[in-house]
C-alpha cells in the first residue's frame, strides 16, 4: 500500500468498509518518462496487468511468455484443446464443444476486489460458483459403513448434538465460573435455537430438527401431504465423518459465499487481459537469461517455434516468471535476490476433469453445483455450476489432490489418472459415475513446463528471511506474481503483487 | 503418507518399473513421489525450466548430496523431510543410487540407511506455511 490510496484504504476503514481487501482502485500511474521501456516476463495475470498499468501510464511496453497463448496458470481445457505434459504424455481433450476443467484457479471469492474490478472492466462475465451445497455428500471410509451421507444430515446432527452437549454442560454447572446466570440463560436460548434442540434443551427427532436435516417423508398435498420427520445419526458416526472439517472449509474467508467463476471457464480472464495487451506478447519465447548490465535490462530468449535465440532490451523489466524456473535461468541480480528466489519451492496439486454423459447428480441426486469430500486420495469431488438443469454432458472435478497424493497421482499416466479416479469417485454415484463417463483431462502440475508446480510454498521462516527481498526492486528488475504476495496461489495474489510492484517500479523510474 | 499410499496402491497398481526378484523398498517411494516430477525412467524433462534427470546422474556418487536435496528441497522441489520418513529417504536414494544407469550403491557411501538421513538430512522447516 503506498501514498494515496493507503490514504484511501484507511479512510474507508473508519467507515468499516474495505477490510476485506488490500484493493483501492487501479493505480492511476502516468508520467513515464520520455521514452521509457518496460520489459515483462510472463504473459499470466500479474505480466499483463503490469502491461496493461504501465502501457497507460506511458511506457513502451513488451512481453515474452513461454506459451502459445495468454494467461498462464489462469487457464481452462477446452474439449478439443491438446494439451502436451512434462513428460511428452499428450492428451487430446474430447469434452463436448464448450465443456471444460480448470485445471488451475476455478473459483473467486467476493472479497478478491482487484480481480473482480478488471473482470468488470475487461468484459469477462461472471457467474455464481457453488461452494457449499447441502445436499452434497461427505464420504469417510471410517463413518456409515462407508456409506456417503448428505452434507445437510450430518451439519444439521453435529450442531444439534453440540448444542445439546453444551446445554448439558450448562446444566451440570461446568460453565458457571465464566458465565453469571443470566448469561448461562441466554446461552441456553441462543443452544436451542442454533442447534433446533426441543424445550427441554434435547436433540431429537422431530419436526424441529427435520426442518434442517429433512424429513423422512417431505411435505406434500393432499391426502397424504404431511410430514414425516427424520431420526437424526448417531452421533459418534456424525463425529467419525469428519464432517466438521468440511463445516470448517466452507467458513474459511477464502470460500465464503459469494464464490464467482467466470462464464466458460477460468481461462475467460486470461483471454480477456490477452486482448487487452494485444500486441505486446511475443509468444514462445523461452527466457534463458537476464542481464542489468549498461543500465538497461536484457533478456535473452529462444523462440521455441523456430530455435533462435533473440533479445529483448528495455530501461525496466517486472519479472513474473514462476520462481522455480527463474532459480534456473542466469539472472543478473543481487545476491540476496538470487537466494530469495532459490529459497521458495512449488506445491503439487492434480486436478482431472470427467466429462459424463448426463447430468445425473442434478436430475436424480438434487445436486446442484457445490463439492462432496471424501478422505480418498481424490480428497473431492466437484459439480458444474455452470449450466445448471441443462441436459448433459456436464464436466465433473473428479479430483483435486494435495500433499502426497498429489505426487501418487502426476505419477501415473493421464489414462490411469482417469482410471484412478473414476474408480475412487464412484463411490458417491454407484452405478452412475463410471457407467456415464464420456471422456477425462488431467493437469499435474508438477509436469506443467511452464510452472514446474502448483504455487510457491512460503513458510514462516522462508517469509521472513527472503520476502521483503524477493518484492524489492533489484536495480532496475522488480518480481511480481503470487509468489510475490501473501495471497498465495490465488490470482488476486499475482494482481495486488503486479499493482504494487508497478507502482514501485513506475517510482524507481522518476527517481532516476 | 502410508494411509494414503495404501488406499492407492489398492485402487491403483503400480506402473510397472524394471523389477527385481524382491522389489527394492526405495521402488515403491519412487513411483508414488518422485516419479510426479522426475518420470517413471528417471530422464527428468524440459520445458520453461528444466526437472533434473536422476538416470546416470553423477551428483549421486557420495550420499550427503541426495540426501540434502530430498530432505532440504532445492529450487521448485519441496523439502521431503517430515513428508516421507527418514526410512523411506533412504531407500529411496539408495534404489536412485543403485538403478537409473547409476552404480553408486556399491561404490562410497555404499547403501543408504535411515542413520545417514538422520546425521546429514536437513531439518524440516518447524514453522507452519504462510
Known amino acids: ?512 | 503418507m502410508r494411509i494414503l499410499i495404501l488406499s492407492l496402491l489398492i485402487a491403483a497398481p503400480a506402473i510397472a518399473a524394471p523389477k527385481p526378484a524382491v522389489p527394492h523398498p526405495g521402488a515403491e517411494v519412487y513411483q508414488n513421489v518422485c516419479q510426479a516430477c522426475h518420470m517413471a525412467n528417471a530422464m527428468g524433462a524440459v520445458g520453461a525450466g528444466r526437472i533434473t534427470a536422476l538416470a546416470r546422474n553423477p551428483n549421486l556418487q557420495y550420499p550427503e548430496y541426495p540426501i540434502s536435496v530430498v530432505t532440504g528441497g532445492k529450487g521448485a522441489m519441496p523439502w521431503f523431510r517430515g513428508q516421507l520418513t527418514d526410512q523411506e529417504i533412504a531407500d529411496v536414494i539408495d534404489y536412485v543410487r543403485g538403478n537409473f544407469g547409476n552404480r553408486y550403491n556399491k561404490g562410497p557411501g555404499g547403501k543408504v540407511t535411515a542413520a545417514m538421513v538422520a546425521e546429514s538430512g536437513v531439518a524440516a522447516p518447524t514453522r507452519g506455511e504462510r
Not at chain 1, 431429537?204 to 437424526?232: L, Y
Not at chain 1, 471424501?374 to 454432458?393: A, F, L
Not at chain 1, 510454498?457 to 533489484?474: F, G, I, K, P
Request: overall charge neutral; charged content about 20%.
Open chain 1, 1 to 512: 500500500m503506498i501514498g494515496g490510496s493507503l490514504a484511501l484504504y484507511q479512510a474507508m476503514e473508519v467507515l468499516g468498509h474495505a477490510k476485506e481487501t488490500q484493493f483501492a482502485g487501479p493505480p492511476k500511474l502516468s508520467g513515464a518518462p520520455a521514452g521509457a521501456s518496460v520489459l515483462v516476463l510472463g504473459a499470466g495475470l500479474a505480466g499483463m496487468l503490469a502491461a496493461f498499468e504501465l502501457r497507460k501510464a506511458g511506457y513502451k511496453v513488451q512481453i515474452l511468455e513461454y506459451n502459445n497463448r495468454p494467461g498462464g496458470r489462469n487457464w481452462s481445457l477446452y474439449g478439443g484443446d491438446t494439451y502436451t505434459e512434462l513428460g511428452g504424455e499428450t492428451q487430446k481433450v474430447g469434452f463436448a464443444p464448450g465443456n471444460y476443467l480448470n485445471p488451475g484457479p476455478w473459483r473467486i471469492p467476493y472479497h478478491h476486489r482487484t480481480l473482480l474490478h478488471y473482470c468488470k472492466a475487461f468484459g469477462v462475465a461472471l457467474e455464481p460458483f457453488i461452494q457449499l451445497n447441502h445436499q452434497a455428500l461427505v464420504h469417510n471410509s471410517k463413518a456409515f459403513g462407508g456409506k456417503p451421507m448428505p452434507y445437510r444430515d450430518l451439519s444439521a446432527d453435529f450442531e444439534g448434538n453440540v448444542a445439546e452437549l453444551l446445554g448439558k454442560a450448562i446444566d451440570n454447572r461446568g460453565l458457571d465460573s465464566q458465565f453469571s446466570a443470566e448469561d448461562q440463560d441466554k446461552l441456553k436460548e441462543a443452544l436451542r435455537t442454533w442447534g433446533l434442540l426441543d424445550k427441554d434443551m434435547r436433540y431429537v427427532k422431530g419436526n424441529r430438527s427435520s426442518r434442517r436435516r429433512g424429513f423422512e417423508r417431505p411435505s406434500g398435498g393432499g391426502v397424504d401431504g404431511s410430514p414425516i420427520p427424520s431420526d437424526p445419526l448417531p452421533f459418534k458416526d456424525v463425529l467419525d465423518s469428519g464432517v466438521w472439517a468440511v463445516i470448517s472449509q466452507h467458513m474459511s474467508i477464502d470460500h465464503q459465499t459469494t464464490m464467482f467463476q467466470p462464464v466458460g471457464g477460468m481461462g475467460m480472464i486470461g483471454k480477456a487481459f490477452g486482448k487487452q495487451v494485444e500486441g505486446l506478447v511475443t509468444f514462445n519465447a523461452k527466457v534463458t537469461k537476464i542481464s542489468q548490465a549498461g543500465g538497461a535490462v536484457t533478456a535473452t530468449y529462444t523462440d521455441t517455434a523456430t530455435g533462435a535465440v533473440k533479445e529483448a532490451k528495455a530501461d525496466y523489466c517486472v519479472c513474473t516468471i514462476p520462481l522455480g524456473i527463474l532459480s534456473q535461468i542466469e539472472l543478473d541480480a543481487s545476491g540476496g535476490m538470487l537466494a530469495a528466489i532459490a529459497a521458495v519451492p512449488y506445491s503439487n496439486s492434480v486436478k482431472v476433469g470427467l466429462e459424463m454423459k448426463t447430468r445425473f447428480w442434478e436430475e436424480e441426486n438434487a445436486i446442484y453445483g457445490g463439492i462432496s469430500f471424501t478422505d480418498r486420495p481424490i480428497s473431492m469431488i466437484s459439480y458444474p455450476s455452470g449450466g445448471m438443469h441443462s441436459d448433459g454432458p456436464g464436466v465433473i472435478l473428479g479430483a483435486y489432490t494435495f500433499g502426497a497424493a498429489s505426487y501418487k497421482f502426476a505419477g501415473m499416466s493421464p489414462d490411469e489418472r482417469v482410471r484412478t479416479v473414476l474408480e475412487m469417485g464412484s463411490v458417491f454415484h454407484p452405478g452412475r459415475y463410471k457407467e456415464q463417463f464420456t471422456a477425462g483431462a488431467s493437469v499435474a502440475w508438477s509436469r506443467v513446463p511452464y510452472t514446474l508446480g502448483c504455487c510457491a510454498q512460503w513458510n514462516e521462516e522462508t517469509r521472513e528471511e527472503h520476502y521483503q527481498t524477493l518484492v524489492a526492486v533489484d536495480d532496475r528488475i522488480v518480481l511480481a506474481g503470487e509468489h510475490a504476495s501473501y495471497i498465495g496461489c490465488w490470482m488476486e495474489g499475482a494482481l495486488l503483487s503486479s499493482l504494487d510492484a508497478v507502482t514501485r517500479l513506475h517510482k524507481r523510474a522518476l527517481e532516476a
